[in-house]
């Protein structure tokens, strides 16, 4: 089949259910709400692709009726088997340049199930919001099933349509009329009005009396106590066995010139109708029976009108269900809670969004539940119409987590102990080689390589400490090391004194190792080089943070760097720490030099917010 002939044809069997440009209907706006409450989005919508447009049944969070059929998602929707999500439109190349995506309501997310007749995709139910988004999987199905209640109400329409054509035409006929004798109830007249209801032919047999025409016992009794009652009009139905089938008639009756004028109308057709439409009804219940949540509806008094028990019966019987209000399913903080909750969502017409509570079991037991609920008016009367689905699974999981986490938490405390005990070990060892030594050059190395251990054995000391191992205060870790470096480093022939200028930093511990040999080096340097031939100096140190940028400044006033320094050509090992630090964490190294002192300054990007003490500082 081309493609103008399969959507010739698609076009003929959405034009034969009659729905485009029909009033607005509750039943449809509830399927909105409801899909829009389900996929956690603010839009809904109910679409039906004609020749040129998209056209909207039903709408949730948008007025928009119907737009051009090329500009819509739909369009697209229909041209896939069943459904089509996306993700976000911005990105997609079909959707990206759509108005509604480049301007207001700048919608990302979008995702449609198909409504099908016929075998035909007749346009589709829609979810869309103005977020990126990954639609579930039981979000998904959920709104399969809703694709499949409209298709149910389509083809429920369409034949109540068909049922009120032939209605018309049965109301405007009359199959029998008969005038009986009131007392024997004789049929003296029979007009059959051509039809054969009751025989088949002018030679068969009719029925003599009401007796033989309508042996029911009951029927007969009602209609002798009319007549003896004086009442104007009779109305009743009978059911006969005729030519081997069942038969139902509308009996209507006058009493008249002392005589008993009775109609018949066949009535078996609507009797197989509401017969089909009671199965249609038990086919929607099943339908919403189907979804994985359960279903109420209280009164503005908490009388409960509907409700369905998908999964959780929570041991009630029917009877106890109907005599409950919502607030007895709940005690303490949670009662509080949800009757605050029934309040504002019956003074409003839009979604609040879910509450949690513990639910109360027959038994006494509790078990968590997810709720959500909308308000709407029918007939002057409010009505609160909702869902509720167990969370139980989801809070143990939780739980699971969390005790997870805090076995995680012990074990990262009891390394960070374990590395602080071996750094200090090493320390020791440092220390003791140094006090035993006699050669200045090996003290020298001794003490520099005493404070690079010191200075990340500090570190694990303050994480061994906290409670958080994301990050550590790096303004009191700054401040230990200092004093460390003053105590060890400042000469006995000099008047050195050490500033510091340090303001609260929380850092990640990837930026704090680093950042913190940096100082070590850079002070530690300036103590022994920047004030040779002076009696007295000063060293400052200063470190600020906001919430994108660290800036570190460490500057003396001693006799500057020598005439053409530059910081990638000395040969070194603490500059080539101090570069190799200052690269891994992505920092900007400005030297400012002359007569009056040098000074340090490095500025990086400030990542406190990365969780985790393996957190790439790279990233």
Avoid at 479 to 488: G, N, P, R, T
Avoid at 508 to 523: C, G, R
Avoid at 576 to 593: A, P
């Amino acid at each position: 089949m081309s493609k103008f002939s399969s959507e010739a044809k698609r076009l003929e069997v959405l034009h034969s259910y009659e729905i485009l440009d029909t009033e607005e209907s509750q039943e449809y706006d509830n399927l909105v709400k409801l899909a829009a409450q389900i996929c956690e989005v603010p839009i809904a919508k109910i679409n039906f692709i004609d020749e040129k447009r998209a056209w909207s049944k039903a709408n949730y969070g948008n007025d928009i009726k119907e737009s051009p059929r090329e500009l819509n998602f739909c369009h697209t929707t229909i041209t896939k088997d069943e459904y089509m999500v996306v993700e976000d439109a911005s990105e997609d190349d079909r959707f990206r340049h759509f108005e509604f995506v480049t301007g207001d309501p700048k919608l990302r997310f979008y995702a449609g199930v198909n409504i099908k007749r016929n075998q035909q995709n007749l346009g589709s139910i829609c979810v869309l919001g103005q977020e990126p988004k990954k639609l579930s999987d039981a979000q998904l199905d959920a709104l399969r099933t809703i694709a499949s209640e409209i298709e149910a109400r389509l083809e429920l329409s369409k034949k109540n349509k068909e049922l009120e054509t032939k209605a018309a035409f049965l109301e405007a006929s009359v199959d029998l009329m008969l005038v009986l004798n009131p007392d024997t109830l004789e049929i003296e007249t029979l007009s059959r009005n051509g039809g054969d209801l009751l025989c088949r032919s002018d030679e068969e047999a009719c029925p003599k009396s009401l007796n033989e025409l309508c042996p029911d016992q009951a029927l007969i009794n009602d209609l002798k106590k009319w007549t003896q009652s004086g009442d104007h009009a009779f109305e009743s139905e009978a059911k006969l066995e005729l030519h081997n089938k069942e038969v139902f008639l509308e009996l209507n009756g006058v009493f008249k010139d002392e005589k008993l004028l009775i109609t018949a109308k066949d009535i078996t057709q609507r009797k197989q109708a509401e017969k089909e439409l009671n199965k249609e009804k038990l086919f929607s219940e099943t339908i919403i029976k189907s979804l994985p949540l359960n279903f109420f509806m209280f009164d503005e008094n908490g009388n409960l009108i509907k409700w369905s028990r998908n999964h959780d019966d929570h041991g009630y019987t029917e009877e106890e269900y109907a005599e409950l209000s919502p607030l007895d399913f709940f005690e303490g903080e949670d009662k509080s809670l949800i009757q605050q909750y029934i309040d504002q969502s019956f003074s409003s017409s839009e979604p609040l969004g879910s509450i949690e509570a513990d639910l109360i079991q027959k038994n006494g037991s509790k078990k968590p539940f997810l709720f959500n609920a909308v308000s709407f008016e029918k007939d002057g009367k409010k009505y609160l119409i909702g869902t509720s689905q167990s969370i139980e699974a989801q809070r143990s999981y939780q739980e699971k987590l969390e005790a997870l986490l805090a076995e995680k938490e012990v074990l990262l405390a009891e390394v960070h102990h374990r590395v602080k005990n071996n750094l200090a070990v090493i320390s020791g060892f440092l220390q003791m080689q140094e006090f035993v030594s006699e050669n200045d050059q090996v003290k020298a190395a001794l003490l520099t390589n005493l404070m690079r251990v010191k200075s990340m054995a500090l570190i694990h000391e303050d994480l061994y400490k906290a409670k958080d191992f994301n990050g550590i205060r790096f303004d009191h870790y700054l401040i230990q090391l200092l004093q460390f470096i003053e105590m060890k480093r400042s000469p006995e022939d000099k008047l050195i004194e050490l500033k510091s200028s340090v303001g609260r930093i929380e850092m990640n511990v990837n930026q704090a190792v680093p950042l913190a040999l940096i100082v070590n080096e850079l002070v530690s340097n300036a103590y022994e080089f920047a004030f040779e031939g002076k009696e007295k100096g000063v060293i400052t140190v200063e470190i600020k943070a906001n919430q994108d940028e660290v800036i570190l400044s460490v500057k003396d006033d001693g006799i500057g760097l020598p005439e053409g320094f530059e910081l990638e050509n000395s040969p070194t090992l603490g500059t080539t720490l101090v570069l190799s630090y200052s690269e891994q964490i992505k920092s900007e190294i400005d030297i400012k030099t002359g007569e009056n002192g040098t000074e340090y300054q490095l500025k990086f990007n400030h990542l406190r917010n990365h969780k985790g003490s393996t957190a790439n500082v790279l990233v």
